[in-house]
DNA sequence: CAGGATCCTTCTAGATACTG
DNA sequence: CAGTATCTAGAAGGATCCTG
């Protein structure tokens, strides 16, 4: 079976997964994904997806990044299990970033996401630029 | 072959997608990425995934939604495209939200990472802990 | 019933300066 | 090189009251 296709009982268990059991602060699919929330979580993966980065290859990669929001975002992602870091003493230290075995594997289910907003991105803007002139 | 398998092909060119051009505030991918980054943005994409569902339906199914949150998020939704607004003028009125055909597709791309945290919930937050005690 | 308007708090992220 | 520390603006989110 073509994994790109849903049935109804995987949308039921994904939303029970979500709403279910009254608990909804403790609701683990949410636990996870809000971990992958911030601004910089995706890209960053994305980047390490491809290969492992220095830190300052990092940065140079996303010149947009502070380097404060780079540093927090590798360590929430290092936290969560996804990425490695490894420090190589040399002089002066360089440190490099790479994808754990959990972080690639996320990486596989963030993929389909990503790829479908690079194919419809223009649908959602047509959709923006609609909804935005039928309010105005 | 199987659509989880990631070939590095792929993989280059989401990267690309996200950091190339030199452009990144003008990112599609992030672009669209971004308006799904909201609290209860998958949640609420969720539960319309399974049915249609009516404001005050919403509000029971998501107990620790705020009324101001649902509006603002159904709102966000509708604007990318996602959800499809139905006012039926009954007395008192009753407003009906549903996923469009681009919100059916984009959720069966957001499922896979849906899926993968509902598997991987344990490892992450092992991952977590794991962390917390080696800093401490 | 389905929100709009307001006020307030917290969290996110950027800018800048400094360090082992 | 690879960070830390501090400060601050702005966005996100919550609580409460009000209405067609």
Redesign the interface.
């Known amino acids: 079976m073509?994994?790109?296709v849903?049935n109804l009982k995987?949308?039921?268990?994904?939303?029970k997964?979500?709403?279910g059991g009254?608990n909804?602060?403790d609701c683990?699919?949410?636990?996870?994904?809000?971990?992958?929330?911030?601004?910089w979580s995706?890209?960053l993966t994305?980047?390490l997806?491809?290969q492992p980065y220095r830190f300052g290859e990092l940065r140079r990669?996303?010149?947009?990044i502070s380097q404060r929001m780079l540093t927090q975002t590798l360590h929430e992602l290092?936290?969560?299990?996804y990425v490695h870091r490894e420090v190589f003493p040399t002089k002066p230290p360089s440190v490099e970033y790479s994808l754990t075995d959990?972080g690639r594997?996320?990486?596989?289910?963030?993929?389909?996401?990503?790829?479908?907003?690079?194919l419809?991105?223009d649908?959602?803007?047509?959709?923006?630029k609609?909804?935005?002139t039928a309010q105005a």
Chains 1, 2 share one sequence.
Not at 78 to 81: A, C, E, H, K, N
Not at 123 to 128: I, K, L, P, T, Y
């Open positions: 073509d994994s790109t849903i995987s949308k039921l268990e994904i939303y997964a979500m709403t009254g909804l602060a683990p699919v949410r636990d996870v994904i809000q971990g992958l929330n911030g601004k995706s890209l994305a980047a997806a491809e990669l996303v010149p947009d290092q936290r969560d299990g959990l594997s996320m990486f596989g289910a963030l993929q389909h996401l990503l790829q479908w907003a690079e419809n991105h649908a959602v803007r047509e959709a923006r609609e909804f935005d």
